[in-house]
């Protein structure tokens, strides 16, 4: 088992859980009963884990990292940048970089590749990056 998550609080761990057991993955939450006894101590002790095979450790990952990627894009509205290629204003936002960085953490437990903000065209399908100053 791989640890994908953690979290302070086991239902946190369970609402995670549940959206990876829809997906289809065998997600196991660990030290949960420690934690419900000695609550107090969850951070100490680096929180509720949550855990899932390590064949879909990949997958798992992605299915978190899309959870907080639409709470940013509800924290940040609809003000995406507009699409260089075709214009177009229907563009979600994108991140790059989040495979090699996922690798890094796997080999080397270090998320040495930084993963940039950009946006994806939802008309032409066109990925790019965000510039750094977006001032449109
Ligand atoms: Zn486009």
């Known amino acids: 088992m791989v640890t994908v998550a953690r979290y302070s609080f086991p239902y946190e761990a369970h609402i995670a859980r549940a959206k990876l057991e829809c997906a289809g993955l ?24 949550l855990q899932v095979p390590e064949a879909q450790a990949e997958t798992a990952l992605e299915i978190l990292a899309e959870e907080s ?21 229907n563009t979600e936002y994108y991140q790059f970089g989040r495979r090699w960085t996922f690798l890094s953490i796997m080999l080397l437990d270090l998320p040495i590749f930084p993963i940039h903000d950009g946006i994806k065209c939802r008309d032409c399908g066109l990925c790019s990056k965000t510039p750094a100053n977006t001032s449109q």
């Open 26 to 49: 065998d997600p196991f939450v660990a030290d949960e009963h420690t934690i419900n006894m000695q609550w107090l101590y969850s951070n100490a002790m680096g929180g509720v884990r």
């Open 69 to 89: 990627e639409s709470a940013l894009v509800e924290e940040q509205g609809c003000d995406t940048a507009p699409c260089p290629a075709c214009h177009s204003h």
